[in-house]
């Protein structure tokens, strides 16, 4: 996973922004962020979350992973892989737009629900930092 590039985001945010053909404040609106905290992201003062970037992308138009990218989340391969199953999707003539809609809702609840659980697991799986501390103090008295 690469770092976060926030100077580069928040150019590429403000050229999606232009081209949408919306103001600093419509685009804050639309995607339920403050004015200010929008600035901030445009001039790379700030560091947007995931769920930030997600309410960004959909109030532009354009998918989340596209910002995940810009914002060095998710490599630019990563990003592929995660469209091959929408690009199926919408590709497919046997099923009307409806259909592909909600086929597309689905998929993007079942990963958003999974990633989720992999975090609530990698959690777990670390011990706090306490524990390890006291852990180290006991092999160290024996």
């Given at each position: 996973m690469a770092s976060l590039n926030v100077g580069n985001l928040g150019e590429f945010l403000r050229e999606q922004r232009r081209t949408a053909k919306l103001s600093l404040r419509q685009l804050a609106?639309?995607?339920g962020v403050s004015n200010p905290y929008l600035s901030q992201i445009e001039r790379g003062l700030?560091?947007?979350?995931?769920?930030i970037l997600q309410q960004l992308a959909?109030?532009?138009?354009?998918?989340?992973?596209?910002l995940y990218v810009q914002a060095g989340?998710?490599?630019e391969r990563d990003r592929q892989?995660?469209?091959?199953?929408?690009?199926?999707?919408?590709a497919d003539p046997s099923i009307n737009e409806q259909q592909k809609q909600a086929?597309?809702?689905?998929?993007?609840?079942?990963?958003?629900?999974?990633?989720?659980?992999?975090?609530?697991?990698?959690?777990?799986?670390?011990?706090?930092?306490e524990d390890s501390r006291a852990a180290e103090q006991g092999r160290?008295?024996?």
């Open positions: 609106e639309a995607a700030r560091k947007p979350s995931a769920e959909r109030a532009l138009r354009i998918s989340a992973e596209t989340i998710l490599d892989d995660l469209l091959q199953v929408p690009a199926a999707i919408l086929l597309l809702q689905i998929y993007e609840s079942f990963r958003k629900e999974n990633n989720a659980q992999r975090a609530t697991d990698h959690d777990a799986a670390d011990p706090p930092a160290q008295a024996e």
